[in-house]
T-cell receptor, first 116, second 118 residues
């Protein structure tokens, strides 16, 4: 069964510092995709970054990068130069496609607080 | 439209009433998903459509929940005889549905419909 594990319920970081949010996954699929979403207190689910299982390079999107270690089944999100507006819940998710279905499986999330 | 649109944004209903939640996906998106998210939890999969075909409804909690997408665009999630435990955020998402794992197949979420059953 597909599973996403986020072991950090909460994280704190000083403004302008970098922070890493952990995500490990479990799947027997050869082809899958990994996503990170940001959920601020307003409740939106904002797409941040994507990594495909066959992508050889780590994904980057501005201040966000994904540290993809396939053998260890980890897909950690790195946020550089944290800003106060980065305070939010962050969800790691895996997309799987099987038997005509396609779905995202989410972790429980990590609440990030950026301190001034 | 520019993004995934959901309505109503907020719905308060009495226990036992039926509720219909609407989702208008991004134009051209073939794949459509419904998720449910309780406070403090990650979203949980409910059902998936490819065009108008409901390919997976394994996440629907029971037979009070149903969904349709008759013309392959707008979708409706219906909850019959609502119960207090149905109170949650219901999210719709869509993607191009290329069936390939690529960055171009990103899944975008709507702002959600908050349902409160009293």
């Amino acid at each position: 069964a597909q599973k996403i594990t986020q072991t950090q319920p909460g994280m704190f970081v000083q403004e302008k510092e970098a922070v890493t949010l952990d995500c490990t996954y479990d799947t027997s699929d050869q082809s899958y995709g990994l996503f990170w979403y940001k959920q601020p207190s307003s409740g939106e689910m904002i797409f941040l970054i994507y990594q495909g299982s066959y992508d050889e390079q780590n994904a980057t999107e501005g201040r966000y990068s994904l540290n993809f270690q396939k053998a260890r089944k980890s897909a950690n999100l790195v946020i550089s130069a944290s800003q106060l507006g980065d305070s939010a819940m962050y969800f790691c998710a895996m997309r799987t496609s099987q038997g005509g279905s396609e779905k995202l499986v989410f972790g429980k999330g990590t609440k990030l607080t950026v301190n001034p | 439209g520019a993004g995934v649109s959901q309505s109503p944004r907020y719905k308060v209903t009495k226990r036992g009433q039926d509720v219909a939640l609407r989702c208008d996906p991004i134009s051209g998106h073939v794949s459509l998903y419904w998720y449910r998210q309780a406070l403090g939890q990650g979203p949980e999969f409910l059902t998936y459509f490819n065009y108008e075909a409901q390919q997976d409804k394994s996440g629907l909690p029971n037979d009070r929940f149903s969904a349709e997408r008759p013309e392959g665009s707008i979708s409706t999630l219906t909850i019959q005889r609502t119960e207090q435990r149905d109170s949650a955020m219901y999210r719709c998402a869509s993607s191009l549905g290329t069936r390939r794992q690529s960055s171009g197949n990103t899944i975008y979420f709507g702002e959600g419909s908050w349902l409160t059953v009293v």
